[in-house]
């Protein structure tokens, strides 16, 4: 019980000390939910989402009607929107400037949309350059977009494999990556383990190699500061409804840099990327710079949501959300060595928090009948086979009393002293 009491105590300490506290009344409260865990899978909305959305309906699409898309107004023309939040997202979250980034469709239809481009670019300038390196264990949709543009293409895929409780290191990809490679492929943070991969260092091989490199940052945005300029990385993806707090299903971004932009063609040719679309003409022309990336309508009321998250993201600044998310996990770590490694627990994650993204990932078998009896209690964590635990605290929405009083269900539960 004392010790008990003395986590508590510190998790007190811990809130009352954290810059951030603050913005946590900003989101939506959830009643009966004791800790929400689970910000790296879905985000909180912001209470503001919520007035945005009701405003955007009332006033933009209501009032503007169809001159919305077109006409300049307090939130500009709805058909620059792509860039605009795609700007935006740049300037907070991904270390890239103005011009690179749009939002558009699923995380899974840009990999496609960039993966392919790349493939047929670098097929293009030599018929013996199609294979793509990629992580044998990476998110599943990543692993399947590939495979399918490797048999449309005639291609491969070479699989990288790393243990568990680690990622692939740019030391694997010089290794994996020849003549013969036209992509590599990542998550920035792997989904399972939450091991941040040397992205500066990786891209650097893929270029030893003369491959170009894509990054999937779903769970990064947000979370992790990124250089993508500065580390010279060619494409990028990633979702905003994860640490970007979005709303179940709202767009994803997609990031090209400049110089490859009229280099790389993705394939599914819309009218919304083409040069002047309401000319209805003849033939493809893609739009200059990224906006060729885009395809079809621009999914506008999805976005609203978002925006209200973005403006919190720029108040607090994603430098001091790696500083609290770093905490939050330290924290996790603590408890779960305190109070979970002697019931037989495994720790996942990396405990370097060089390599450590924004979530722990925690181990034991029979986690899966321990997660509904978690659920059942106000606990939200999420699940993944086999047998572990993800705790995702969104730095912006989630105190250390909350980790506190989520593990501490979990260590009851452990303990048998709640059935
Ligand atoms: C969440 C996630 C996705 C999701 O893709 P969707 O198209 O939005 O379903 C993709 N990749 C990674 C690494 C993810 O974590």
Redesign the pocket.
């Known amino acids: 019980m004392t010790t008990t009491r003395t986590w508590a105590e510190r998790a007190t300490a811990l809130d009352a000390a954290d810059p951030l506290a603050g913005l946590r009344d900003r989101f939506l409260p959830a009643p009966g939910v004791v800790a929400y865990l689970d910000g790296n899978?879905l985000g909180r909305p912001v209470a503001d989402a919520a007035n945005r959305l009701g405003e955007f309906i009332h006033q933009a699409w209501g009032q503007r009607l169809i001159r919305g898309w077109t006409e300049d107004g307090p939130d500009a023309p709805w058909m620059d929107w792509p860039e605009r939040i795609g700007d935006r997202i740049a300037a907070l979250a991904l270390g890239a400037a103005a011009g690179q980034t749009v939002l558009a469709d699923?995380?899974?239809?840009l990999?496609y949309k960039l993966a392919r481009a790349a493939i047929d670019a670098a097929v293009t300038v030599d018929p013996d350059r199609r294979v793509i390196v990629a992580f044998a264990d990476?998110?599943p949709?990543?692993r399947y977009v590939v495979e399918g543009i490797a048999a449309e293409r005639g291609g491969s895929v070479r699989w990288l494999q790393a243990d568990i409780a680690e990622g692939v290191t740019s030391d694997q990809v010089a290794d994996a990556a020849g003549p013969d490679t036209a992509l590599v492929l990542l998550?920035h943070v792997a989904?399972r383990s939450g091991w941040l991969a040397d992205a500066p260092a990786i891209t650097a091989a893929a270029h030893r190699a003369g491959a170009h490199v894509l990054l999937?940052l779903?769970?990064s945005a947000g979370s992790v500061p990124l250089a993508l300029d500065e580390w010279g990385v060619d494409l990028a993806?990633?979702?905003t409804?994860?640490f970007l707090n979005g709303g179940p299903?709202s767009p994803?971004f997609a990031y090209v840099r400049r110089g490859l932009q009229g280099v790389l063609r993705q394939p599914i040719q819309g009218w919304m990327g083409r040069l002047d679309p309401f000319t209805m003409g003849p033939g493809y022309v893609p739009a200059p710079g990224i906006r060729h990336v885009v395809s079809g309508t621009p999914p506008i009321l999805a976005a609203v949501p978002l925006l209200a998250s973005l403006d919190l993201l720029d108040e607090a600044g994603i430098a001091a959300v790696r500083t609290k998310s770093l905490a939050l996990t330290a924290f996790a770590l603590e408890l779960v060595d305190a109070w979970l490694v002697p019931h037989g627990v495994e720790v996942i994650s990396p405990r370097d928090p060089e390599r450590r993204g924004g979530h722990l990932t925690i181990s034991r078998p029979g986690f899966r009948e321990v997660v509904d009896l978690l659920w059942d209690r106000g606990v939200l964590p999420d699940y993944r086979e086999p047998d572990a635990i993800r705790i995702g605290p969104a730095p912006l929405s989630t105190s250390f009393t909350e980790v506190h009083d989520g593990l501490a269900v979990l260590h009851n539960i452990l303990e048998g002293t709640v059935g």
């Open positions: 899978s699923s995380t899974t239809v990999l990476d998110f949709t990543d998550s989904y999937d779903c769970h993806v990633g979702c409804y994860k299903g994803a």
